[in-house]
């Protein structure tokens, strides 16, 4: 992820409190690191990102994902210019084992993409778990991708599922969303 956005004049990484070596690698590239203790609240660390970032542009990648050329030569083309937006959308690849998914929970992310390149004061980061970007400003769309790499096994990916699930459950039950035998029988299906 950071070298793909070396590009960029800045580079935050918001880290949450790792023991691995992520903050000296990120260090070692050049990154400002930031320990922020994430709480299960996703939204906030990108608004705690946000909040730091100097500059009046701001890219959002998440750490398995990465910026292909052809997107880095895009933004900065955008940015060069004189902005017609306030956030840009830009669509995601979600690569599983080698095969790009295009269809199923995913179709979103690669058709339309997620509001990503935002200009500071546009708006603010909302929801604990699958944060989104509000605004009242128009948005752009970019045309490349970036690449998403979410799983290296089914171990992973279970693990995963479980925990955002979790983390999804206790916020909709927060929010007063309660869940019907209904729901519970047909949701599943439709959404697979």
Known sequence: AV??????????????????KTVSIAEK????VY???LENNFSKQRNFGLEKAKSDWVLFLDADEELSINLQKEIKD???????????????????????????????????????????????WVNDVHEEFKTKESSGKLENYISHYPHENITGFIQSVNYYSTLRSRELFKNGTRASTVSIVFYPLFKF
């Open 3 to 20: 070298k793909s956005a070396l590009f960029c004049d800045e580079i935050i990484v918001i880290d949450d409190n790792s023991t691995d």
């Open 29 to 32: 590239l050049g990154c400002i």
């Open 35 to 37: 320990k922020h203790a």
């Open 78 to 124: 955008v940015l060069a210019g004189k902005p017609v937006q306030s956030v840009y959308h830009i669509k995601r690849a979600d690569k599983f084992w080698g095969t790009i998914l295009k269809h199923g929970e995913v179709k979103k992310a690669y058709t339309e993409g997620f509001i990503r390149l935002i200009k500071k004061g546009s708006g603010t």
